[in-house]
């Protein structure tokens, strides 16, 4: 079971980033998928997460209408498409997922982890 995380790295203030996430070893279209973000000093946090069953996106207030998950069961890869990028979205990012229908924002909810893509925002 993996999940391998890329696409994140340094940007300025207003430009956009795609994170990738690729899973293996699992029924990956059964997946709720989700991607969280953990800044220095501080909890990781819920951003975006995608059911699995119909594809409804949910996403953190932050982050609504700047950023966009998406997946593609073929490939076994979700997205994170980030826009207008600000200087406080500058976090390690996380893709997880869970066999469950409903998305959680509960990071402890989430049995599969990536290990992360820097993403730093220059002002």
């Known amino acids: 079971v993996q999940l391998v995380e890329s696409g994140g790295g340094l940007v300025q203030a207003g430009g956009s980033l795609r994170l990738s996430c690729a899973a293996s070893?699992?029924?990956?279209?059964?997946?709720?998928m989700a991607w969280l973000r953990q800044a220095p000093g501080k909890e990781r946090e819920f951003v975006a997460a995608l059911r699995w069953s119909d594809n409804s996106a949910y996403y953190a207030d932050s982050v609504k209408g700047q950023f966009t998950i998406s997946r593609d069961n073929a490939k076994n890869t979700v997205y994170l498409q980030m826009n207008s990028l600000k200087p406080e979205d500058t976090a390690v990012y996380y893709c997880?997922?869970?066999?469950?229908?409903?998305?959680?924002?509960?990071?402890?909810?989430?049995?599969?982890w990536g290990q992360g893509t820097q993403v730093v925002v220059s002002s």
């Open positions: 070893g699992l029924t990956f279209s059964y997946l709720t």
């Open positions: 997880a997922g869970r066999y469950r229908l409903d998305p959680s924002s509960s990071a402890s909810q989430y049995t599969y």
